[in-house]
């Protein structure tokens, strides 16, 4: 058996980053189907981009439409 292993690094409040988590588990379901033979795992790791905002300062800096938002 075959191994690939994939490491992401995304950051926590990025709408994009959510999107192409989508697109990539979509791609490793259609690789895992077309090549059973191969097991993938992916290793994600979350960072902080804005560091000097506290992580509830950087929510509402993603989704400011939702209004209060507590963490």
């Known amino acids: 058996m075959n191994n690939l292993q ?24 259609t690789v895992q189907e077309t090549f059973p033979q191969i097991q993938i795992n992916v290793n994600r790791k979350g960072i902080q981009l804005l560091t000097h905002l506290t992580l509830e300062e950087n929510l509402h800096r993603a989704l400011p439409a939702i209004g209060e938002v507590t963490v």
């Not at 994939?6 to 379901?29: A, M, Q, Y």
Request: charged fraction near 20%.
């Open 6 to 29: 994939i490491d992401v690094v995304f950051e926590l409040v990025c709408p994009w980053c959510f999107s192409g988590k989508r697109n990539l588990e979509v791609s490793v379901g």
